[in-house]
């Protein structure tokens, strides 16, 4: 089954490649994809992504295999077949093995009922030319809580696509979630994409499919639309009791001061879970939503942020609404390591597989990489890599910044060539990773028998305190390869070992440095003397060490 799969790409891709060489269009390539896809029911053989849980540890499985989303976000009016030539020279400077791209509303059914997939299909055949895999973002209804991406026919249409109404009874920005026209169109348009990536990617080239982006309200707490309020005055449904633990009682009895906000996160959670769950039925792939955070420590005023959203107090109550979305992602523009590690914390959760599919394209936030792969998370991904010119300072980078696309470029190009590996080691619990904090130059990775002890800004002669880099710059992962071997990589970062039994001498008994070709160890060098005399400092060359201890 697998050889048929791998077999197909090659062919498909094969057909792409001979398509540019002889300079046939795009759409050339399509076709020549398109009729590979009418060749047989065999190409469909490739496993469908899936997100799975083994021993409490999820893992994005892609090609029947734990895979990690070395990701890259393009900007959002990027999606445009004019825009690609200036998103594929960026992704590839990153290293990224997956593209992040919206398919809007008004691109695919421009008018009710007709629908245009050619932006897909170009983005698949030119995603193979390019090794990259896609996840695919539905802008649908909700674009950062607002309708912007609706096509015209529902944006000039507010008596059947109503807008939600705010505590004076006024229309407010946002569209209502309890408007059964909206859904049906919503939902209508998302299952017509689903439908027509499954007959058109029999490769898989895409992994995961977000619905709607960043859904909440702004400015107001919730839609209180006549709809709306009757739901509001009713029990609570029994699915949110149970996730909550809560007795009985109307949303206000139940939840009191965050009532309003907790049932609009209810009321969105179940219009998601309706688009999410008609487009599986469609094509089962797995589906995310994205939250706009909030403060992850402190209370904060629900007009002050995407109230309703997937922000970590309403969790369990998109868990409950929303079964069909696999899993619930944080888009984290925060430079505070505490902040980050915290929302790390809060969106990994037993029922819930970590990815970041948004952060910062600014250098300080290459490192978390290390952070959230040593978490358990299965992906990363900054957001607005492209060379259309845009940038999303002060969330993101004041000017394309070429010299942080390359932090996170070492970075990806440091773990794909074993991405495989890693992945599987996470899935097994062997993998570790850390990034340098601010303020804290030194830290402890328990592994069994030993200890890693990472610190940062360390000469790599001598033993003076740790200063930590400036600005923190540091990032490590080790692999359990056995109880006393270590693969360790990364960069910025001095990793020194010791026995968790304090009784016991120990020494490096074998440190290897190499590199994996087509997933295979290759030894270079032998690491000895002064290279190990004061613990194993990574520096900002991509170093990876097989690492052999002793005790005695
Ligand atoms: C988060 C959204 O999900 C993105 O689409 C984008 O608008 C960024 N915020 C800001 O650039």
Not at 20 to 28: E, H, N, Q, V, Y
Request: glycine residues 8%.
């Amino acid at each position: 089954m697998m050889l048929e799969a791998k077999s197909a790409r090659r062919i498909t891709r094969g057909l792409a490649a001979l398509a540019a060489a002889l300079g046939l269009t795009t759409s050339a390539a399509v076709a020549a994809e398109a009729a590979v896809g009418r060749a047989g029911p065999t190409l469909h053989d490739a496993p469908l992504p899936r997100l799975i849980q083994a021993h409490g540890r999820w893992s994005l499985m892609v090609d029947g295999a734990p895979f990690f989303v070395l990701g890259a976000q393009v900007n959002n009016s990027s999606a445009w077949p004019a825009e690609l030539p200036k998103v594929w020279p960026a992704v590839d400077r990153l290293h990224a093995n997956t593209v992040e791209v919206p398919i809007a509303w008004e691109q695919i059914e421009p008018e009710e009922g007709r629908f245009d997939f050619s932006f897909l299909d170009r983005l698949l055949v030119e995603a193979r030319q390019h090794d990259k895999r896609l996840i695919l973002i539905w802008f649908g209804a909700y674009k950062n809580t607002g309708p912007s991406y609706v096509p015209l026919w529902v944006k000039f249409d507010s008596k059947r696509f109503p807008h939600a109404l705010n505590a004076q009874g006024e229309p407010i920005y946002t569209l209502s979630p309890l408007a059964p026209a909206t859904l049906q169109a919503d939902r209508t348009a998302f299952a017509a994409f689903m439908r027509h990536l499954k007959a058109a990617d029999p490769e898989r080239t895409a992994l995961m499919v977000q619905v709607e982006n960043e859904t909440g309200v702004y400015g107001a707490v919730r839609d209180y639309s006549p709809a709306a309020q009757k739901l509001f005055d009713s029990p609570v449904p029994d699915e949110v009791l149970k996730a909550t633990g809560k007795p009985s009682g109307t949303w206000g009895q139940v939840f009191g001061k965050d009532a309003d906000e907790l049932f609009y996160a209810w009321c969105l959670a179940r219009y998601v879970e309706q688009v999410a769950k008609a487009g599986k039925a469609e094509y089962p792939l797995p589906m995310s939503v994205n939250a706009a955070l909030r403060d992850p420590f402190k209370p904060q005023d629900p007009k002050t942020f995407a109230s309703g959203g997937p922000t970590w107090d309403a969790l369990d109550i998109w868990k409950a609404a929303a079964p069909s979305v696999d899993l619930i992602a944080p888009d984290i523009y925060l430079h505070d390591y505490p902040g980050y590690v915290r929302t790390l914390e809060q969106y990994g959760r037993p029922d819930n597989a970590l990815f970041v599919p948004e952060t910062s394209d600014t250098a300080d936030n290459s490192r978390m990489l290390f952070e959230v792969l040593g978490r358990g998370g299965v992906g990363f991904s900054p957001f607005g890599v492209d060379y259309t010119g845009f940038t999303n300072f002060p969330l993101g980078a004041p000017k394309v910044d070429e010299a942080a696309f390359d932090d996170f470029a070492q970075n990806y190009r440091l773990i794909e060539p074993e991405m495989r590996e890693l992945a599987a080691f996470q899935a097994e619990g062997k993998l570790h990773g850390a990034a340098e904090p601010l303020d804290v130059h030194e830290q402890t990775i328990p592994l069994g028998g030993w200890t890693a002890t990472v610190s940062y800004g360390r000469p790599q002669f001598g033993d003076p305190p740790a200063p930590g880099n400036s600005p923190p710059a540091g990032g490590v992962l080790i692999a359990e390869l056995g109880p006393d071997s270590f693969l360790v990589m990364g960069y910025h970062a001095r990793v020194s070992f010791a026995p968790t039994d304090t009784t016991r001498r120990w020494f490096y008994a074998r440190v290897e440095e190499g590199h994996y070709e087509h997933r295979r160890w290759v030894f270079d060098r032998i690491w000895n003397g002064d290279q190990i005399d004061w613990g194993l400092n990574l520096t900002s060359a991509p170093q990876i060490l097989r690492v052999r201890l002793g005790t005695y």
